[in-house]
């Protein structure tokens, strides 16, 4: 798979900054003026993306209450998949729109689709990635179809197997398209962090040698940054104006003074971050200067020996190394010696 990426003119890459996704999912609460406020407010926030979800409750399950269509616990308990996403879903006729207004704003916007016809929407209004999402990617013919499209593709695992993710990244590469990026996910709303196990995130790099990145479901910012750590290049969490307002999935979504705020330490973190090297900067290297050296402590005549009470080693750092304490014990001072003066080789016999 590829290791340079990119979503507009955005690069996506071990040595790049993370790419980080603002998901809107449910949280417009069926109203457009909200939709675009919520982009609106993410303006400054520093993100790369907004991200939509493209189905409609008929184009993702069918309107049934078998019992296997019916929810259980958790925040959505009591509804069918269908009533759900009757809620939840974004109005076709608001998503160029709202593409064009996040361009606009100097943010890109793509979607996740959940069907072949969201595939072929998405192609007529210009979305320029596509998000599979957790449940789709046992979903073959939908994502052979995206895969055709030749555009990036990020891929959240929240349910995938092992064989899941190698055949779905098997499809991609069949179809030409090696424009791959995977996500650590676990498909929990809210997740408890013990079972977001991010370890996995270099072993994904490894095993499946593309890029990384994390889908989180988590409250708070500690997933995320744990994830930046081990290399995760892709950032998704939700998004919405306040929680308070409620809505499908306002319980694990952040507000956006937390989005901002998470961004801003993720470019902190990856500052921190820096390379692998045993080099030093150039701030540490002038901050040597403070280091320990051998210096004079006290006033030396020439001819006089150099002992441990008149040498010592002591900070600044401008004199002999200390590794030399031994050998200059003994040694004869051919000129005087002041208090306070840097031990050099040239002082002494």
Request: aromatic letters at 8%; one cysteine or more; charged letters at 25%.
């Amino acid at each position: 798979m590829n290791k340079e990426i990119y979503i507009g003119d955005r690069l996506i890459s071990d040595n790049a900054p993370a790419y980080i996704i603002a998901e809107m999912s449910a949280n417009h609460l069926m109203d457009f003026d909200r939709a675009k406020k919520i982009i609106y407010e993410l303006r400054d926030c520093g993100i790369d993306a907004v991200k939509l979800q493209t189905y409609t409750a008929d184009t993702i399950t069918i309107d049934c209450d078998n019992e296997e269509f019916q929810l259980h616990g958790g925040l959505w308990d009591g509804e069918t998949l269908y009533s759900l996403y009757q809620k939840a879903y974004t109005p076709w006729e608001w998503q160029g729109e709202l593409v064009e207004y996040a361009n606009d704003l100097g943010l890109t916007c793509f979607s996740s689709p959940f069907d072949l016809t969201a595939v072929d929407f998405m192609e007529e209004i210009g979305m320029p990635a596509y998000k599979v999402a957790s449940y789709e990617i046992n979903d073959i013919p939908l994502i052979r179809k995206i895969a055709r499209k030749g555009k990036p593709i990020i891929i959240s695992t929240g349910t995938a197997y092992l064989e899941d993710i190698e055949r779905a990244l098997r499809v991609c590469k069949e179809e030409g398209n090696d424009n791959v990026i995977l996500l650590k996910c676990t498909s929990a709303y809210p997740c408890p962090y013990e079972d977001m196990n991010i370890n996995v995130i270099p072993l994904m790099h490894r095993t499946f040698d593309c890029m990384v990145g994390l889908s989180d479901h988590t409250l708070g910012n500690e997933v995320v940054l744990g994830s930046i750590a081990l290399g995760a290049r892709v950032i998704e969490k939700h998004v919405t104006l306040k929680r308070a307002d409620g809505g499908p999935d306002a319980a694990f979504s952040m507000e956006i003074e937390e989005f901002k705020d998470m961004v801003r330490q993720i470019r902190n973190l990856e500052k921190a971050l820096g390379r692998a090297t045993f080099e030093l900067t150039e701030k540490q290297k002038f901050a040597r200067y403070g280091t320990r050296s051998l210096y004079v402590v006290k006033d030396i005549k020439a001819g006089e020996k150099i002992t441990s009470d008149n040498v010592r080693s002591i900070r600044p750092g401008l004199g002999l190394h200390t590794m030399y304490y031994e050998d200059v014990l003994g040694k004869v001072a051919i000129k005087n010696l002041k208090k306070g003066t840097p031990l050099s080789w040239n002082m002494m016999e």
